[in-house]
């Protein structure tokens, strides 16, 4: 499963990020491969907002669909 | 670059120690820069780069600021300048964001990492309580090994605290594995740019003459694994309350009541800019100001030195004079307008409103060869296209930056030319403002679409932060706006010189005249206009609006009309916009897109003409 077919609200956890540089980039918002986050916001088509305690990044489409994810459950909202 | 020209160009007394402020993007360092330096603040523009670093003195020390940044590294050009500041620093102050510990402690570390004397201001602590987060100040100075200072800087709470702490500065606990320790002590260079060499900046590299080493993986994580490990000792969170800022930031992205609150800031932005600065502000300053008052009085006294009607006196003070026209455009034009937009943009970027229209509109801008960061430009290029052409900077790959700077040219009015294309069309009624907008936006989608599928690559994918939603502090957008506004006339004020010239060089020999021959059976023939609208579009080489307010002269039908000004519209964009062009692009790739938009235009324009 990747990060483009998750839904508002849902929690999982992030398997593989692929391509160096973004790996490199999204260590530093604190998101790395293992890291437990939750999606949300996902904009119709476009970018999946993933957040993590009260950081919050939009991560494009293209790319949420290289980004491997491991489904852990849902908020209950 | 060299770490050193920065030194250079701001002339620090070669003693002084450089205290460097360092922070995440809207952090509030620019509050504690002010606060620390006063009012005797020098911006100079960072070489290579359209960047201003501002620096002061605080005491005996020199005090620089420098972009906000997620980390020391070089992945756009904020971070390479902050680089090579940082590099050169005695002590740097970093102001964390407490309510974003685990993303800013990340460049913390990695300047602890580097063995850089650390000063921390824990800035936005109000926010950080309201939001349930109970932090242990002491227990995070322990674990860091740097003194830290709780603060509020807006309220200027603990302000005078840091200053005070600059003496105190430590080296921290780095986060290294002893491997990399070992590694680092082995190497013939000093700490700060060993440490980039084995996470692999090649900048840093290439000046030392060394080859990148393939560590920034592994050194990331260490950096990645200590902070996470620090945060969670430090940070007890009471609550899991979902704020209603929170709530608002994320309605902001979403299309339903997303795109409904873009086009209310959207009518915002034209009534501030396109009615109130465009129209009254503009209509004082260059009307009232510069063609009334100012004018008359410099071509007075030209008048007793020069000729009027030689070469040089039309140099001077003529229709396209250097004194006259190009002055007058420049500051009672341009200015206004460029002040008002980056006030408006410095509103939107310090709310954090900005990286969330971002994230609304990437889906288009994608199917057009960009990403939601291509926004920005966009939005000011109804402002100025010159303007809009150098943010194209921020923009990921050379490939977006070609897409981007061909559709701000080709389909995007400048305020100045909008003003006069509304008084052209309202009278015509509903239909033919229809008709006009509905072809540029169709001009537009078409193009960026065919460039996206022929150039070659494809675009780099958004992956941006979206910090949280805040009232933005008024002094710290007036400050923006300033250092802004002043280097863009800085910029574009000599182009404007060296287009009058141009212009009055050309109109003194008759090739003006021959121009508007040659071009007059496109004109007449395709476009179905009448001859004399050749002028206006030699004028909208010049100045778009000029060439839009040459139509008005014109006795047009109304079909005529807005084939007249979709043409216009699509045309090349002013000399000042083409100039940045090249500066920006080269050579090749302008003259590529002139081209391109000129045949894009007549096409269009004659079509048009057919069909109606």
Redesign the interface.
């Known amino acids: 499963m990747t990060l483009a077919d998750v839904k508002r609200g849902d929690e999982f956890q992030i398997t593989t990020i692929p391509e160096e540089n973004i790996r490199a980039q999204a260590l530093r918002f604190g998101i790395s491969e293992g890291s437990e986050v939750s999606c949300a916001e996902k904009v119709p088509g476009g970018p999946v907002v993933v957040t993590r305690n009260l950081q919050e990044i939009a991560v494009g489409r293209n790319l949420a669909e290289q980004i491997r994810i491991k489904l852990q459950g849902r908020e209950d909202k | 670059m060299d770490c050193c020209d920065i030194i250079h160009q701001i002339d620090i007394p070669e003693e002084a120690d450089k205290v460097v402020l360092v922070g995440n993007p809207n952090v509030g360092k620019s509050i504690f820069f002010n606060d620390f330096t006063g009012t005797y603040v020098d911006v100079s523009n960072y070489p290579g780069t359209t960047l201003d670093i501002s620096s002061g003195k605080c005491k005996d020390k020199v005090v620089l600021d420098t972009p906000g940044v997620?980390?020391v590294?070089s992945?756009n050009d904020e971070e390479r300048v902050a680089r090579d500041v940082i590099l050169s620093a005695d002590i740097v102050v970093n102001v964390v964001d407490a309510?974003?510990l685990?993303?800013d402690l990340?460049?913390t570390q990695q300047i602890i990492d580097m063995d850089i004397p650390v000063v921390i201001a824990l800035n936005m602590m109000d926010e950080a309580q309201q939001?349930g987060?109970d932090i242990d100040v002491s227990k995070l100075s322990e674990e860091l090994g740097v003194p830290v200072i709780p603060t509020v800087a807006p309220e200027g709470k603990g302000l005078e605290e840091v200053k005070e702490a600059i003496d105190t500065a430590q080296k921290g606990e780095a986060s290294l594995s002893e491997e990399v320790e070992t590694e680092l002590s082995e190497m013939a260079l000093n700490r700060r740019e060993g440490l980039l060499n084995l996470e692999g900046d090649i900048h840093v590299s290439a000046r030392n003459n060394l080859e990148p080493a393939d560590k920034?993986?592994e050194i990331?994580?260490q950096?990645?694994r200590r902070?996470?490990e620090i945060t969670e000792k430090v940070i007890n969170?009471a609550t899991e309350d979902v704020s209603f800022k929170?709530k608002l930031?994320?309605w902001m992205?979403?299309?339903i009541t997303g795109i409904p609150m873009l086009l209310v800031a959207l009518y915002a932005l034209y009534e501030f800019i396109g009615v109130f600065v465009a129209q009254t502000v503009v209509g004082f300053t260059e009307g009232t100001l510069f063609a009334g008052t100012y004018e008359p009085f410099i071509r007075s006294i030209i008048k007793n030195l020069v000729a009027v009607d030689s070469l040089l006196g039309k140099l001077l003070i003529g229709e396209f004079g250097i004194l006259t026209m190009a002055v007058t455009y420049t500051f009672g034009l341009l200015l206004p307008l460029v002040i008002g937009f980056h006030l408006f943009l410095s509103l939107l970027e310090d709310s954090g409103y900005l990286?969330r229209i971002?994230?609304?509109v990437?889906?288009v801008l994608?199917s057009l060869g960009m990403?939601?960061r291509a926004i920005i430009p966009m939005l000011l290029g109804f402002g100025c296209v010159t303007m809009a052409t150098i943010t194209t900077r921020l923009l990921g790959s050379k490939r977006e930056r070609i897409i981007a700077v061909f559709l701000l040219g080709l389909a995007i009015p400048c305020s100045a030319q909008l003003g006069v294309i509304v008084g052209l069309i309202a009278p015509l009624g509903i239909k033919y403002f229809i008709i006009y907008i509905a072809t540029i936006a169709l001009v537009y989608i078409l193009s960026g679409t065919f460039l996206n599928r022929v150039m070659p690559g494809k675009s780099t994918?958004?992956?941006?932060?979206?910090p949280?939603l805040r009232w933005p502090k008024f002094s710290n957008v007036l400050r923006k706006t300033y250092i802004k506004s002043k280097s863009f006339i800085k910029e574009a004020g000599p182009i404007f010189v060296v287009g009058a010239v141009l212009v009055t060089v050309m109109q003194e020999f008759g090739i003006l005249k021959a121009i508007q021959e040659l071009v007059a059976p496109i004109t007449v023939g395709w476009l179905e206009l009448p001859k004399e609208a050749a002028t206006a579009f030699i004028m909208g080489i010049v100045r778009r609006d000029f060439g839009a307010a040459g139509l008005t002269d014109l006795a047009m039908t109304p079909v005529q009309t807005v084939v007249s000004l979709i043409t216009i519209t699509l045309f090349v964009p002013c000399i000042a916009a083409m100039m940045i062009m090249i500066k920006e692009r080269s050579w090749k790739e302008s003259i590529a897109i002139w081209f391109g938009s000129w045949i894009t235009a007549f096409v269009v324009g004659g079509i048009v003409a057919k069909i109606l």
Not at chain 2, 461 to 466: G, Q, R
């Open positions: 997620y980390g590294s992945f309510v974003h685990e993303r990340f460049l939001n987060l920034k993986e990331y994580q950096r990645r902070v996470n969170q929170t930031g994320r992205v979403r299309p990286p971002a994230a609304l990437d889906r994608t990403n939601g994918d958004l992956l941006i932060d979206l949280p």
